[in-house]
């Protein structure tokens, strides 16, 4: 068919499958997923540990990130090593290629592979007895203590829980 004249469609959300270093697989950590939110000229994502945004210019297959920055919170030496490779990687992109519904993100010595998130399945929330594992105010992360906090919304609505200590009601 005709080329789009305007370039790759690079937009919408985004999941970091696999990067690669001078053509080598890097192990991923866990903990959560590196994600990259692409719009009308700007980015947004979470590198494994900290959130970042830049901006970005598209011309054909001809990629351009500037800008990049992000919060500066701490986590564990491989998920931090991993988000400085991942940030460095997007910094240094200059093609991207949808491949195979994939997008591709190709820099000097490195290759980014992602894939769209699956659908969250929202029929999960309802019914569903939720239990707080951490609690996350600005920079901070707290476990929680004692007695867990838990939630649980209903299909009418309505929602239940407790703090450990108080129980509570409401609608959602």
Do not use: K
């Not at 919408?12 to 192990?27: A, I, K, N, Y």
């Not at 105010?137 to 450990?164: F, I, K, Q, R």
Request: hydrophobic content about 35%; aromatic content about 4%; overall charge negative.
């Amino acid at each position: 068919g005709p080329a789009e004249p305007t370039g790759t469609d690079i937009g919408g959300s985004w999941e970091l499958v696999e990067l690669l270093r001078d053509g080598l697989p890097h192990p991923l950590p866990g903990g959560g997923p590196a994600t990259l939110d692409v719009e009308a000229g700007s980015l947004v994502g979470r590198s494994f540990c900290n959130s970042f945004s830049g901006t970005y210019r598209l011309d054909g297959d001809a990629l351009t990130i500037s800008g990049l920055g992000g919060t500066e919170m701490g986590c564990a030496p491989e998920v931090m090593a991993a988000e400085r490779m991942y940030l460095d990687a997007l910094g240094a992109v200059d093609t991207a290629a949808l491949e195979n519904g994939e997008l591709r993100l190709r820099g000097q010595d490195g290759e980014l592979r992602f894939h769209r998130p699956p659908p969250a399945p929202v029929r999960d929330l309802v019914g569903t007895r939720w239990v707080l594992d951490t609690l996350l105010h600005e920079d901070m992360a707290s476990s929680t203590l004692g007695e867990p906090a838990v939630l649980v919304l209903a299909a009418d609505g309505g929602l239940s829980g407790s703090t450990g200590c108080r129980t509570l009601a409401g609608r959602w």
